[in-house]
């Protein structure tokens, strides 16, 4: 499928889209602390989580941060023509708002706020992302994700 060009794609500021959902479980919160060295008993000891507020294991923060790339591959959003490569580049506003209990399921709501051309082949792309949780009334963090897009 042919995809757009960077120039199509700045005509897009405003659109949105959204991921699939995607379970979080409890061994994917356990591997997690695994490669952060983050064993906080709230999120890897469920006997001891249970007897909190949150009623069982959570997810890290940085874990559903981390899953930014794995729903922006499942949004739907438009492939960019000649991409040579795309990086991080940082975010804006992050918040986490809302634990994501080990089970739930959680995806990406992404909205287009801007893409400027930084210098010659060379783009900013600033995207607003939203983490729902299933079910939940308030989402497990926003942001605004800024990514560089090479040309």
Do not use: C
Request: no cysteine; charged share 20%; hydrophobic share 45%.
């Amino acid at each position: 499928m042919a995809g757009i060009t960077i120039a199509e794609r700045a005509e897009q500021v405003g659109s949105e889209n959204v991921s699939d959902w995607v379970e979080v479980t409890q061994a994917m919160i356990d591997r997690f602390a695994e490669a952060t060295g983050d064993y906080q008993f709230i999120h890897v000891d469920p006997v001891r989580a249970a007897e909190t507020p949150f009623g069982g294991t959570i997810a890290h923060g940085f874990l559903t941060l981390s899953l930014l790339p794995l729903f922006a591959a499942t949004a739907g959003q438009p492939a960019i023509d000649g991409v040579r490569m795309a990086v991080n580049y940082g975010s804006d506003t992050l918040r986490f708002l809302n634990p994501v209990p080990s089970g739930s399921r959680v995806r990406g709501r992404f909205k287009l706020l801007e893409i400027v051309e930084k210098r010659p082949g060379q783009w900013q792309q600033t995207t607003h992302v939203t983490v729902e949780i299933e079910g939940a009334d308030r989402p497990a963090l926003v942001t605004d994700w800024i990514g560089l897009i090479f040309v």
